[in-house]
């Protein structure tokens, strides 16, 4: 389905579906025999009978680690995807790491979908997470964990906001204190706000930090050319699989918006005085020792850092 600017989603849907797609790759990494991270709610949370025409359809998308997959040509490399998954969940969990380190005990994740950090990071005594996303998508995470005896690390607050909406006094509602130091996540998040959505994030972000806060972002790199290849090998996969007659609904080239304009993150943090650090997502991973395999894909990514003076 399209995006529009009044749409809403499940767990199960639109862009609700998307962290299903992120949370079965952490969920294939922590089983891998040496992981680069340890999601172990990740594969609870996408286990559920509830979820499963979506599995069916991410494992559809993924072609096999060994290429075997009979669509392997249009498909996308499941160990590229997964890899990518867990270059990122490293990044941000030791930028979470750092910002408890350095004394931040209010954390903020926009956008949380499946996110489980607020059960499997060694958060400090004291520590606050809220957790911003759509009321369905938080409610279908707690109940979940919840129903396999799963308890937070943290103290975590729910805040059931559309970050299209005033989201701001929602989570001032839910206990927030603008005046300490928070550390922020935008994770994943930025193609699927409005531009003008975005722009009014990192203004709400700057806004309500207080010195000593940090922010961190996922920036996606693909140019419109590369994204034009991916989305004519995505159609192609599509129409195989359709003429078997397999559900190829889940579309994720309809959730992203094009909105020209964009405010680059390291340059408007910067002309807000914050300190930034960019990091080539290519260059993390073989650090890491996770070497891309192709040109191709999420390593063309960026991972934005910025610390408010």
């Known amino acids: 389905m399209a995006r529009s600017l009044d ?3 499940d767990i199960a849907t639109s862009v609700g579906a998307t962290a299903v797609m992120v949370a079965l790759a952490r969920a294939r990494e922590t089983a891998a025999t ?5 999601d172990e709610f990740a594969e609870l949370l996408v286990s559920t009978p509830e979820l499963e025409g979506v599995r069916e359809q991410v494992g559809a998308w993924w072609s096999g680690p060994d290429g075997d997959d009979e669509d392997g040509d249009v498909a996308v490399d499941a160990q590229q995807m997964i890899d990518y998954q867990a270059v990122r969940t490293h990044f941000f969990d030791a930028y979470f790491a750092d910002a408890a380190q350095a004394g931040v005990r209010q954390v903020v994740i926009l956008a949380a979908g499946l996110d489980s950090r607020a059960y499997r990071l060694a958060w400090p005594p004291g520590t606050v997470v809220y957790e911003i996303d759509l009321p369905k998508v938080l409610e279908y995470k707690a109940a979940t964990l919840a129903g ?3 308890t937070p690390i943290a103290d975590r607050r729910p805040v059931p906001v559309d970050l299209r909406h005033d989201w701001p006094q929602a989570l001032r509602d839910a206990g927030f204190d603008a005046g300490g130091a928070t550390a922020w996540l935008a994770e994943g998040l930025l193609p699927f706000l409005p531009a003008a959505a975005q722009e009014a994030m990192f203004a709400a972000v700057d806004d309500l930090s207080g010195p000593g806060s940090r922010v961190a972002v996922e920036i996606f790199g693909v ?6 290849q991916a989305q004519e090998r995505w ?4 129409a195989k699989r359709a003429a078997r007659g397999e559900d190829t ?13 964009r405010p680059d993150c390291a340059d408007w943090f910067g002309a807000h005085g914050w300190t930034t650090r960019t990091v080539d997502a290519r260059e993390e991973a073989l650090r890491l020792g996770r070497a891309p395999q192709s040109e191709d894909g999420p390593f063309v990514n960026r991972f934005v850092t910025a610390t408010k003076p």
Not at 235 to 238: F, P, R
Not at 249 to 261: K, R, V
């Open 223 to 228: 140019d419109p050319e590369r994204r034009r």
């Open 235 to 238: 159609l192609a996969l599509k």
């Open 148 to 150: 396999h005896g799963a």
């Open 34 to 38: 040496d992981p680069l991270i340890r």
């Open 249 to 261: 609904s889940f579309n994720p080239f309809d959730l992203w918006f094009d909105d020209e304009g």
């Open 7 to 9: 749409d809403s989603w």
